[in-house]
């Protein structure tokens, strides 16, 4: 097998600095010239041996941090890594280590990232038969650190995974006239974006592995401190796609009415409490 792009040791966790830097050098270029927004998709991106062994971990998983079941986002659970067995655990310490953001920053062209200690909305990602993410863009503020959201990671865990498997990660463009690319979420494949309120993404087809297998995925988030009062903070947006079932907007609607007519300090405690009912 080809060596990994990240060079991670798969004992230790470790990565040289120097290494990552010339690994985010070797990519810039195809990430910078992404279209409608920057984006790439990198196969091998870790020493396989460490998917495997985040694989083993997965089979000794507690109760989730939190379940999704509405009609944007359906039977997919996020689990918080501090919760995690040790070895991916101590991963995930790596992804928020400067070694790999510089790998970042020399790739995006991205200076000052920022990684999220709380991995608010990250860590692991399981998705059941069934389960889809209808196409959105992200929240734009972390609600605790104040700072801007500019990144998204995603390492897929999942092997020997087809399109026809359904749960593949869709680009669309910013006016969702039609979709730009679509990347099947198999093992050990890497699909970073740059995150905006126009950057439309998801997994809107339902995974439908023939053996019930569910997605799996590493999902980190990265920040910059950019974010001013001047700014309009926003939720997840959801666009459905033309000609779909999907969903309306009708839920960021009633996020952007409700954060024109509450105080700030209310509207985050209105928001916190409708996201945990999927509403």
């Known amino acids: 097998m080809a060596d990994s792009?990240?060079?991670?040791?798969?004992?230790?966790?470790?990565?040289?600095?120097?290494?990552?830097?010339?690994?985010?050098?070797?990519?810039?270029?195809?990430?910078?010239?992404?279209?409608?927004?920057?984006?790439?998709c990198i196969d091998n991106f870790l020493p396989m041996e460490i998917i495997e062994k985040v694989r083993a971990d997965l089979t000794e998983m507690p109760d989730p941090e939190g379940s999704?079941?509405?009609?944007?986002?359906?039977?997919?659970?996020q689990y918080s890594p501090d919760r995690l067995p040790d070895y991916s655990r101590h991963l995930f310490q790596t992804f928020n280590s400067r070694a790999f953001i510089l790998f970042l920053e020399e790739m995006t062209g991205?200076?000052?990232l920022i990684p999220d200690p709380y991995f608010?909305?990250?860590?692991?990602?399981?998705?059941?038969?069934?389960?889809?993410?209808?196409?959105?863009?992200?929240?734009?503020?972390?609600?605790?650190m104040r700072v801007e959201r500019r990144l998204n990671v995603l390492i897929?865990?999942?092997?020997?995974?087809?399109?026809?498997?359904?749960?593949?990660?869709e680009v669309w463009e910013k006016d969702m006239s039609k979709k730009v690319a679509s990347f099947a979420p198999t093992e050990n494949r890497m699909c970073c974006f740059s995150t905006g309120s126009d950057t439309f993404h998801g997994n809107p087809e339902p995974v439908n592995?023939?053996?019930g297998h569910p997605r799996q995925s590493i999902a980190l988030y990265y920040y910059t401190a950019t974010w001013d009062s001047s700014r309009k903070e926003h939720s997840t947006l959801f666009k459905p796609r033309p000609g779909s079932g999907d969903q309306s907007e009708a839920r960021a609607k009633?996020?952007?009415?409700?954060?024109?007519?509450?105080?700030?300090?209310?509207?985050?405690?209105?928001?916190?409490?409708?996201?945990?009912i999927g509403f």
């Open 5 to 40: 792009v990240i060079p991670i040791d798969p004992t230790s966790l470790t990565l040289d600095t120097a290494t990552a830097k010339a690994a985010g050098v070797k990519f810039a270029e195809k990430y910078q010239s992404g279209e409608p927004y920057h984006h790439i």
């Open 68 to 77: 999704f079941d509405a009609a944007q986002e359906r039977f997919k659970s």
């Open 110 to 112: 991205i200076k000052g």
């Open 120 to 144: 608010i909305g990250g860590g692991i990602h399981k998705t059941l038969t069934g389960g889809h993410l209808d196409i959105h863009a992200d929240f734009n503020v972390h609600k605790h």
């Open 156 to 169: 897929y865990l999942n092997p020997e995974w087809k399109e026809e498997y359904g749960g593949s990660f």
């Open 209 to 211: 592995h023939p053996d």
């Open 254 to 276: 009633r996020h952007a009415f409700l954060q024109e007519t509450l105080p700030p300090f209310l509207f985050r405690r209105v928001i916190h409490r409708l996201q945990k």
